[in-house]
């Protein structure tokens, strides 16, 4: 077998768990797969980034970055909580970029059993599955929406009930500024939200503001709390 990052031939590790349930192996070396860091251990409650190297950026069980964003009165509440499986390092990096190039689903399988077991440690399937929309110019260009490639791990059904527009270069104000003030996602409409717990699926947590700002639309659609949980946290 080929390694689906590295390319390396390798022996798969064959168990009898996947002679007894069918389960595929492993599509990863072992030197890639253990190349990926799960985040362990104690995290910040609000935005799920790990307290291990932290001192100085956290305030009780929150880091200063979710204080922030609780302090704000438009911004207060408007995402429940993240939760993602792996840290962002030099590795990773390299396989996010290597999966938009290639632009295609069949690198998800990579990350399906840590990715589900993960979500059912933080969810469960009453909550409604919904991936962050690329704009229609860049689904065009790559191809391929990875959020909606990981939504997909998880087996339950999928809601696409937003859509996003496109932020358009050529602006006097700078992408950042516009970020912050633009909100770029729609509720399509589609279903009522009312008495919905949501969980926004995406491929990268950074800032947090892309998905606060879907957060924020289908709250003012009616969801009772919106939630998100993605493949990485930076
Ligand atoms: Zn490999
Ligand atoms: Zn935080």
């Known amino acids: 077998m080929n390694c689906l990052i590295c390319h390396t031939s390798y022996n798969p590790m064959v168990s009898w768990r996947h002679f007894l349930t069918l389960e595929k192996a492993d599509c990863l070396c072992s030197k890639c797969r253990n190349a990926f860091m799960r ?21 009780g069980r929150l880091c200063t970055d979710c204080v922030r ?13 993240n939760r993602s499986v792996y840290m962002y390092n030099e590795f990773m990096k390299e396989v996010v970029a290597i999966w938009k190039f290639r ?3 069949a690198m998800a399988e990579a990350f399906q059993e840590e990715f589900r077991r993960e979500f059912y440690r933080h969810f469960d399937h009453t909550f409604l599955i919904v991936p962050i929309p690329l704009s229609a110019e860049r689904l065009y260009e790559r191809g391929f929406n990875q959020a909606k490639a990981l939504a997909e791990l998880l087996a ?3 809601h696409d009930i937003l859509t996003r527009h496109h932020l358009e270069k050529q602006s006097k104000k700078s992408r950042r500024e516009r970020l912050r003030t633009e909100n770029v996602f729609q509720f399509s409409g589609k279903m009522p939200l009312q008495d919905k717990h949501i969980v926004l699926i995406d491929d990268i947590y950074t800032t947090g503001t892309t998905l606060r700002h879907a957060a924020k639309v289908l709250r003012q659609a009616g969801a009772i709390d919106v939630s998100s949980f993605t493949l990485v946290r930076s």
């Open 103 to 105: 632009g295609d689903y």
């Open 39 to 59: 985040i362990n251990g104690e995290i910040c409650d609000m935005c799920g980034r790990p307290f291990a190297d932290l001192t100085s950026h956290r305030q």
């Open 69 to 81: 964003w609780q302090e704000d009165d438009e911004w207060k509440d408007v995402l429940t909580k």
């Open 156 to 158: 339950l059904p999928i």
